[in-house]
């Protein structure tokens, strides 16, 4: 059986969400409960059949639909959601804090201010926010935290803007014009997905290799919304195209090598560990490649080895 | 009948009611009770009332007459409703904002946090109401560590639990069960460790939560805890900022590293509040690093291949010749380009 509490407790908070919103479209509710129309509906159907006994029509709960609007009456006693559990409230703070700690996004004064009101709404939480800061500690993401207020502004507003980006791939520093289109935070990162005018597409940069960035005054319109759908995700691992890199790993990576996101396959060889990647570009595998030092064998491409080779070359004259 | 609606009904009647509503009533009343036999119908009512009571719901029992031998139940409107909150447009943000964060499963009792948010959106709203601002389009992606494993030592944590797990741990390869009195979780670079005394080692060791193989349980389920108390002078930062080349091997000494001005904006901010930086005139740098495992922090300077030089000590700049040599004898003899 599906989880029946986790759906009571949608249903709860459904209603009186209705109850306060008369006319909320059909839409609005399916992104606001994370469920399709299709679940929607049989929510909405469900709650038709309850109410007070003895449920003739005169009893039940009324709901309309009337061209993707929803109205519901007869249901004042389910006017108000049900109250926190203790881990609620304790898990909204403990959201609270990390969303400050993460991106500082909108202002900690808001989200402060935001469970100040709850706090007393409710009164005191169960376990305590010092025990609760004292159990867990997120670092700040301090640099990427100072760049994502003015891109987060410059979202708002539609503004053009005008950044300093290091590429790591290509170990390149170059100046772009972006449209800032969303923010992502993963693996973490935060990461802008931005249109990007040098090469005319939809482009991923990391936030905390933005140098830096400055607004301009100008304002773009956003493409369609299926154009950005079709960017790559920063997390999925590249499958095909690029150049394929054969690595071998030694029996003392190995392990940590198959916990690595970037290889569209690891085989084990004994204890060794080989890894396919496709890599867009080589210049930053180089720089990966030196930190493992002899723990690791290029199998191909040879032009990869030959790179290598060239860079610890160079290297080496630094250090004579 | 559909338990959702039988549940639904039963909170509705509940909470309607003037007095307290006996059993009787309650089989003879909501659908769904009507059809079993009085056993089975105790059993099932017995089931709903505590499913109803876990998810937090009110449920109180009273005495219907003076003499006390017939009870009945309600539930007080007072103790059920959440009461209405007035937010501002800046807090409604972000308390969307939160849920987004929450729905990526990001820190522990996300699932937690998400009901609660479920509860408060008659009072949020959804962005379309507040026209859309920009800081709207944040997501967060899902976290790999699983949140119930997260949200189970967070809690064992807080109520001093010890727990048990099997391990996978990055030096000895093979899983292992530890038993482990939890101190605290940290979050950082993406991934969730956390610290506590481990009853295996008998010392304070962090645990990578991505490596815990099995789920986490409790290690004395039957008693009531708390199992440990956290040592007084304990503090999860001291534990939650160690870089790789921090882990104690050796001696400790300083080593100074020139960066390019291409990369050392980069390394300033990452690490310019931890350690000494010193700034160059064209934009360059030297960091002045406390290292205490000389191979780890080799792996991290090699990383910025020619942006990067070691200038002190001069060992640790043997050391890094070395490190090449060995890597160019590895590449082999396939002739020089």
Known sequence: MPDPTGRINRLLSLIPYVLKHQGVTLDELSEVFEISQEQLLKDL??????????YTPADLIEVDIDDDRVYISMADYFARPLRFTPAEL??????????????????????MSAMGKIRDALGVTPISQDDIDKSVEIQTLAPE???????????????????????????????????????????????????DG?????????????????????????????????????????????????????????????EQQIFSEAKEEGDYLVCTLHADALTWLERELLQ????????SPPELKERLRHRVQNLLSIYS | MNKAERLINLIAMLLEAQRPVTL????????????????????????????????????????????????????????????EIEFTTEEKVA????????????????????????????????????????????????????????????????????????YRSMGEGKEQERQLDPY?????????????????REEIRSFRVSRVESGVELAHPAVEGPDFKRPPGFKLEDYSRVLPWEFEEGAEYEAAVRFSPKIAWLVERDLGEVYRFEPAEDGGGILHVIVRNGEAFLNWVLSFAEDAEVLSPVALRGKVGDRLLRILDKLGGEGDA
């Open chain 1, 90 to 111: 304790s898990g909204l703070y403990l959201a609270c804090s990390a969303l400050v700690k993460l991106s500082g996004l909108p202002s900690s004064s808001a989200l």
């Open chain 2, 95 to 166: 308390l969307l904002l939160v849920n987004r964060l929450s729905s990526g499963e990001v820190v522990p009792l996300s699932r937690e946090a998400g009901a609660a948010l479920l509860k408060l959106s008659p009072d949020l709203g959804d962005g379309s109401r507040l026209g859309q601002p920009g800081s709207l389009h944040c997501k967060f992606a899902l976290q790999a560590e699983p949140v119930e494993d997260l949200t189970r030592l967070w809690e064992a944590a807080v109520r001093r639990r010890t727990v048990r797990f099997t």
């Open chain 2, 24 to 83: 009787d009533r309650i089989r003879n009343s909501i659908p769904g009770y009507q059809q079993t036999t009085m056993a089975s119908f105790k059993r099932m009512f017995e089931r709903d009332k505590s499913d109803l009571r876990d998810m937090g719901v009110p449920i109180q029992v009273e005495q219907v007459d003076a003499f006390g031998e017939e009870v009945g139940y309600r539930i007080p409107k007072e103790e059920y409703y959440l009461p």
């Open chain 1, 145 to 195: 935290r100072a760049v994502l207020g003015e891109l987060s502004r410059s979202l708002d507003r539609r503004r053009v803007v005008e950044m300093e980006y290091y590429t790591y791939g290509r170990d390149d520093l170059t100046r772009r014009r972006v449209h800032p289109l969303s923010l992502q935070f993963g693996m973490g990162h935060w990461y802008l997905r931005a249109w």
């Open chain 1, 198 to 258: 040098r090469s005319g597409e939809v482009r991923v940069f990391r936030v905390d290799r933005i140098k830096d960035l400055k607004t301009t005054g100008e304002t773009f319109e956003p493409p369609p919304e299926e154009e950005e759908e079709k960017t790559p995700s920063p997390f999925s691992v590249t499958e095909s195209g690029g150049t394929e890199v054969h690595l071998r790993f030694s029996p003392a990576l190995a392990r940590w090598a198959k």
């Open chain 1, 45 to 54: 159907q469900l709650i038709f059949l309850c109410g007070q006994p003895d």
């Open chain 2, 184 to 200: 605290g979780l940290y979050f950082d670079r993406g991934a969730w460790y956390v610290v506590g005394y481990c009853h295996l």
């Open chain 1, 292 to 299: 493992y030092g002899t723990e690791v064998e290029i199998l």
